[in-house]
T-cell receptor, first 115, second 109 residues
Framework: ETGVTQSPTHLIKTRGQQVTLRCSSQ?????VSWYQQALGQGPQFIFQ???????GRGNFPPRFSGLQFPNYSSELNVNALELDDSALYLC??????????????FGEGSRLTVL | GENVEQHPSTLSVQEGDSAVIKCTYS??????FPWYKQELGKRPQLIID?????GEKKDQRIAVTLNKTAKHFSLHITETQPEDSAVYFC????????FGAGTRLAVHP
C-alpha cells in the first residue's frame, strides 16, 4: 500500500506566476483534500475532490483551482501568485467524502515560496 | 461555519509530567474530532480520534475526552517523553476537517 505522495517538495516562484502542485492519493482512496498551512498556523481547507468533482471549497479566491483525475490523483493550480501564497500545501486522501470520510492521510507537502 | 479554538498555543513540561491541550468548537452538529501530531518539517499524522457517541478514548499514554454539551474536547498525554515534542492540532469535521491553530509542546529532559 502506497501512501500519499506530493510533488514537487519545494519550489520558488515570483509574484504573478502560476504554479501546479500534484498529489497521488493513497491506494484505494477516492477523495482528495487540499490544505494551505502558513508558517506557525494550522492547515486551512482549500477544497476537496470526490470522484473527479469538487465537493466543497474553503474561503479561497477563484485563482485557486483544482482537478481530480480518473485514477484519483489530483492537481492544485494557483494563478497570479501573491506573496501571501507562500506556505506548505498539503494534500490528504481518504476512503470517502463527507461525514463517512474517516481518517485523512496527509502527504509530506509542497513548500511554495513566492518572491 | 465551524470555528475551532485551541489552547494553549505553547506548552512546556518536564519529562514525565502530563500535558493537556483543549479545543472548543461552535457547531453542535460536528461528530468527529481527531488530533494530529506534526513534527518539524513532517506531515500531520493522526494520533487519536473520537466520535460524538463516545465521551473518552484512550490509547496507551494518549487519551481524548469529549464534552458535547460544552462543545469542547481535550488531548491528554501522560508520562511525557522528549519524543512527544511537536505541534499538535485538533480538528473538527463539518464535511471537511477544520483545524485549530496548533499547540507547540516542548518536553524537557
Amino acid at each position: 500500500e502506497t501512501g500519499v505522495t506530493q510533488s514537487p517538495t519545494h519550489l520558488i516562484k515570483t509574484r504573478g506566476q502560476q504554479v501546479t502542485l500534484r498529489c497521488s492519493s493513497q491506494s484505494g482512496h477516492n477523495t482528495v483534500s487540499w490544505y494551505q498551512q502558513a508558517l506557525g498556523q494550522g492547515p486551512q481547507f482549500i477544497f476537496q475532490y470526490y470522484r473527479e468533482e469538487e465537493n466543497g471549497r474553503g474561503n479561497f479566491p477563484p485563482r485557486f483551482s483544482g482537478l481530480q483525475f480518473p485514477n484519483y490523483s489530483s492537481e492544485l493550480n494557483v494563478n497570479a501568485l501573491e506573496l501571501d501564497d507562500s506556505a506548505l500545501y498539503l494534500c490528504a486522501s481518504s476512503l470517502a467524502a463527507g461525514e463517512s470520510a474517516g481518517e485523512l492521510f496527509f502527504g509530506e507537502g509542497s513548500r511554495l515560496t513566492v518572491l | 461555519g465551524e470555528n475551532v479554538e485551541q489552547h494553549p498555543s505553547t506548552l512546556s513540561v518536564q519529562e514525565g509530567d502530563s500535558a493537556v491541550i483543549k479545543c472548543t468548537y461552535s457547531d453542535s452538529a460536528s461528530n468527529y474530532f481527531p488530533w494530529y501530531k506534526q513534527e518539524l518539517g513532517k506531515r500531520p499524522q493522526l494520533i487519536i480520534d473520537i466520535r460524538s457517541n463516545v465521551g473518552e478514548k484512550k490509547d496507551q499514554r494518549i487519551a481524548v475526552t469529549l464534552n458535547k454539551t460544552a462543545k469542547h474536547f481535550s488531548l491528554h498525554i501522560t508520562e511525557t517523553q522528549p519524543e512527544d515534542s511537536a505541534v499538535y492540532f485538533c480538528a473538527v469535521r463539518e464535511g471537511k476537517l477544520i483545524f485549530g491553530a496548533g499547540t507547540r509542546l516542548a518536553v524537557h529532559p
